[in-house]
T-cell receptor, first 118, second 111 residues
Framework: AQTVTQSQPEMSVQEAETVTLSCTYD???????LFWYKQPPSRQMILVIR??????QNATENRFSVNFQKAAKSFSLKISDSQLGDAAMYFC???????????????FGKGTKLSVKP | KAGVTQTPRYLIKTRGQQVTLSCSPI?????VSWYQQTPGQGLQFLFE???????NKGNFPGRFSGRQFSNSRSEMNVSTLELGDSALYLC??????????FGPGTRLTVL
């Protein structure tokens, strides 16, 4: 069975500083996607960044980047130049693909609550 | 392009009643999946539909059911509501693997 673990229930960062959120996952499958989703108080789940397992290059999206360590099954999110609007719950998730590459469901971690101090 | 919409946004029911939630995916997306979010259990997968067929189902009792229509809109139904069914129900639509977009959710409160 696939599992996703986020070991940091809460994190805090000073505005303009950098913070890293940790995530580990477990799967025996070779074909999957990994994601970081952001859920602000509005509860709208927003995709922050995604990583295809077959790609060695770490994904980046503006101030957000990941450190994908496939052998260690680790997938951390780095937020640079943190802004007040980054305060939210962050969920790490995995999508294991069905045979043939068709999409599967998401397995989520428990989330990390990020606070940003002005 | 319009995003995923869910109706209603808020719902209050009493134990024993049943409820139907609706989800309209992004135009062109044929896959719709449902998730339950609670403080205790976190985000859990309910089921996924693709072209009107349920392709995958999570570990939930038979009181939870769903369907998808030919226009890809989906509904989920919960019968004989229990207090523990109080949750945020999220719907996600996708066209391809690796691209799930979520709606704003329906907050269900069971009294």
């Amino acid at each position: 069975a696939q599992t996703v673990t986020q070991s940091q229930p809460e994190m805090s960062v000073q505005e303009a500083e950098t913070v890293t959120l940790s995530c580990t996952y477990d799967t025996s499958e070779s074909d999957y996607y990994l994601f970081w989703y952001k859920q602000p108080p509005s509860r709208q789940m927003i995709l922050v960044i995604r990583q295809e397992a077959y790609k060695q290059q770490n994904a980046t999206e503006n101030r957000f980047s990941v450190n994908f360590q496939k052998a260690a099954k680790s997938f951390s999110l780095k937020i640079s130049d943190s802004q007040l609007g980054d305060a939210a719950m962050y969920f790490c998730a995995q999508e294991v693909l069905f045979y043939g590459g068709s999409q599967g469901n998401l397995i989520f971690g428990k989330g990390t609550k990020l606070s940003v101090k002005p | 392009k319009a995003g995923v919409t869910q109706t209603p946004r808020y719902l209050i029911k009493t134990r024993g009643q049943q409820v139907t939630l609706s989800c309209s995916p992004i135009s062109g997306h044929r896959s719709v999946s449902w998730y339950q979010q609670t403080p205790g259990q976190g985000l859990q997968f309910l089921f996924e539909y693709f072209s009107e067929t349920q392709r995958n189902k999570g570990n939930f009792p038979g009181r939870f059911s769903g369907r998808q229509f030919s226009n890809s809109r989906s509904e989920m139904n919960v019968s004989t509501l229990e207090l523990g069914d109080s949750a945020l129900y999220l719907c996600a639509s996708s066209k391809l693997a690796g691209e799930k977009f979520f709606g704003p959710g329906t907050r269900l409160t069971v009294l």
